[in-house]
């Protein structure tokens, strides 16, 4: 694929969207804020995959805020999952399936969490793998909140290294913005105004956007504006645009006006959806139904979207939906200047999403490697779990990853469930034991193999002689 053009095309094209469809049904899940499910959606599978592409070519895609749940952890706290609605979980998958291939082969080979062909085993082997090389001490830990805590601009600006397209980069910042729209019932301690003049301010901007955009008819719109960037400035667009005569101006026109109404439309549905719960508390069913088309009969530019998310949103400019597609690559691309300032260190690091383990060979460097693993976070505005942080030795009974490692051996299996049951009972059950490949441990099994040999050698001579004292004693 050419990342000079070939993203954001990959993205809108129908077949592509259907593979992402496929994917998505696969996973199943509830409906979003819209209340599509996913079998409403395939109702008219193509006639919805055609109409989605047309509004990713033309601009005029937005996603919508997202369902919201708390989820129990075993721990006793809770994690807030997300649910997309269909045509954006769709949308989602198809901009993972074109990016991945950008950036996996960049990423480092000790992070195993959320990548194709990695998994949970693969993470555990390679924790072994420094075991056997002769580590016998692993710090432990797990970066706190990582997926609410990802900042918006450093995130981009790592993505901006390898994506140049600013349309891919402009749906990036909105799927990001999505998760700070209304995000919960709080509202801003200095904003002293009431839902009223909130309404009324809303309607004021868009209007007043709206109108602002029918005046600059020459004014490119799309998803190139949406991030602040400059229009016509993605790879594949046009540098300057060429003089129109009057039939394609009063095209540009009428464009420009109906676009302006959808895009409102879109933005009220996303404003009175949101706000739902708070609108109900002050105004009758009559009177929202009035509003709500008020609203989507006005006219508004991609503008007024911004002014709601920069006005009313809690927009700290961090944190990305948990549940997302595009989440576990989004922290993996993130955390991936960490991998390497620890490597070039040489650290044994071996990450799976949140969770990582760096093996050393002293009680010092191990200490050392957290304090550094501690100030490289830092640079990435992230901070360690201090209750998730500890150094133990091998022959500790570490668990890592739901896998308990034996205290002598190379090996590791899931942990039992029963925390009571007793070491080697738990090790007899272990049904799927990992144990380090004899390439990697060969040398180690060699030195053993020949002590062994010559201490046997040693006690066989010694038994011999006692053997022959004793039978001669007997004769006499």
């Not at 060429?242 to 996303?270: C, T, V, W």
């Not at 099994?445 to 001669?472: D, N, P, S, V, Y």
Request: proline share 5%; hydrophobic share 40%.
């Amino acid at each position: 694929m050419n990342n000079r053009t070939g993203i954001f095309e990959s993205v809108c094209d129908p077949a592509n969207l259907m593979t992402a469809w496929k994917q998505v049904r696969t996973n199943k899940g509830a409906a979003g804020i819209d209340l599509v499910t996913i079998t409403n959606f395939e109702r008219a599978l193509q006639a919805n995959l055609i109409t989605l592409s047309g509004k990713l070519r033309d601009g005029r895609y937005y996603p919508m805020p997202a369902r919201k749940f708390e989820l129990k952890k075993s721990n006793g706290g809770t994690r807030t999952l997300a649910i997309l609605t269909v045509e954006d979980r769709i949308v989602q998958r198809a901009m993972l399936n074109a990016l991945e291939p950008f950036f996996e082969p960049a990423f480092s080979p000790v992070s195993f969490g959320f990548r194709p062909g990695r998994n949970v085993q693969m993470a555990v082997e390679q924790l072994l793998a420094y075991r056997a090389s002769g580590d016998v001490y692993v710090l432990g830990s797990d970066i706190s909140d990582l997926f609410g805590s990802l900042d918006h601009d450093l995130l981009m600006e790592q993505v901006t290294a390898r994506i140049r397209d600013k349309r891919v980069l402009a749906l990036l910042r909105m799927w990001l913005d999505c998760g700070q729209v209304f995000p919960t019932e709080e509202t801003d301690a200095s904003d002293q105004r009431s839902l009223t003049e909130r309404l009324g301010d809303y309607a004021t901007g868009a209007v007043n956007a709206a109108v602002g955009n029918l005046l600059e008819e020459n004014t490119a719109y799309g998803y190139g504006q949406y991030g602040g960037y400059p229009p016509n400035q993605f790879y594949g667009a046009a540098t300057a645009d060429a003089p129109l005569d009057q039939a394609a101006q009063d095209e540009l026109r009428r464009r420009a006006r109906n676009e302006s109404l959808k895009r409102l439309g879109r933005d009220g549905a996303l404003f009175l959806l949101t706000s739902a719960t708070k609108v109900r508390r002050y105004v009758s069913p009559l009177t929202l139904t009035i509003a709500g088309a008020t609203v989507l009969a006005a006219a508004a530019y991609p503008m007024a979207s911004r002014l709601v998310r920069e006005k009313w949103a809690r927009r700290n400019g961090t944190g990305t939906l948990q549940g997302g597609s595009l989440s576990p690559l989004l922290a993996n691309i993130y955390l991936h200047p960490f991998d390497l300032a620890l490597q070039r260190h040489g650290l044994h690091l071996a990450r799976y999403a949140d969770d990582f383990v760096i093996a050393a060979r002293d009680e010092q460097s191990a200490h050392q490697a957290l304090e550094l693993a501690a100030r490289e976070l830092q640079r990435l505005r992230l901070t360690l779990h201090p209750a998730k942080t500890w150094i133990r030795r091998f022959d500790q009974n570490i668990e890592w990853l739901g896998y308990r490692f034996h205290p002598h051996l190379v090996a590791a299996a899931p942990a039992p469930p029963d925390e009571n049951l007793p070491l080697a009972a738990w090790w007899r059950e272990a049904k799927d034991a990992i144990r380090q490949a004899p390439a990697q441990i060969a040398p180690a099994a060699t030195k053993i193999g020949e002590r062994a040999k010559t201490e046997a050698g040693a006690r066989w001579q010694q038994l011999k002689a006692f053997a022959g004292r004793h039978l001669k004693g007997g004769d006499k």
